[in-house]
């Protein structure tokens, strides 16, 4: 694929998700691994109306090689690309259910969500909460690479989510399923649900999900 049909993919992608809500206004962003750089939504852009031609190029120090200003959390998506080697983009979204589990008392920093369906487990695995940084702030991106690290998606506390693929498709279809997840939990949480049970999840696990 070219980095041509990449940014069109971007415009496509952010438009999808703006429509259904996944983002409003100018927040949330996305970044696409190309084969000299990385390429960023523009700083205050909205999702719902990319212009391929503005998306941010940048080099792997994070100078821009073309475009307009990235995103200020353009460190955030190349620390995540620098603990996964095999991330090909990064999707980070303010998902209204996903938001609104991230700011509950007593979760479970080490894995916030439980696993409801096989796909949760398929696409996320493990989803670890980093505490509250604020936007754009250098220990953001390094709490997100470590996470990052050892797995390919994230909840940030008060914030949104963070989930990388291995490409721009499959990070979308991950970010959408982490907040389709988030959506029934909350409307679960109150009653006496069930789980996937241990053997279903590692089952599961060894088949699909990475680390």
Not at 37 to 60: F, H, M, Q, Y
Not at 187 to 204: C, G, I, Q
């Amino acid at each position: 694929m070219t980095e041509k049909d990449i940014r069109e993919m971007m415009v496509v992608h952010g438009k999808s998700l703006f429509d259904r809500r996944y983002t409003c206004g100018g927040s949330g962003n996305m970044s696409a691994r190309v084969a000299d750089g990385v390429l960023v939504t523009p700083t205050n852009s909205c999702l719902g109306r990319l212009e391929a031609e503005r998306i941010s190029k940048l080099d792997w120090s994070g100078k821009i090689i073309s475009g307009d200003s990235p995103s200020k959390e353009w460190v955030l998506h190349l620390a995540v690309y620098r603990a996964r080697p095999d991330a090909g983009a990064v999707v980070h979204l303010h998902s209204p259910h996903a938001v609104a589990v991230s700011c509950l008392n007593g979760l479970n920093a080490d894995n916030v969500l439980p696993p409801i369906t096989p796909y949760f487990v398929m696409r996320i695995g493990r989803l670890p909460l980093v505490p509250y940084y604020p936007p754009g702030d250098p220990e953001l991106a390094a709490a997100a690479g470590r996470q990052a690290a050892r797995c390919r998606g994230f909840l940030l506390a008060h914030h949104g989510t963070v989930v990388a693929g291995k490409d721009l498709e499959d990070a979308v279809y991950n970010a959408e399923e982490l907040e389709e997840t988030a959506r029934l939990f909350l409307l679960l949480r109150n009653e006496n649900y069930s789980v996937l049970n241990h053997d279903a999840v590692e089952a599961l696990r060894k088949k699909f999900a990475e680390k």
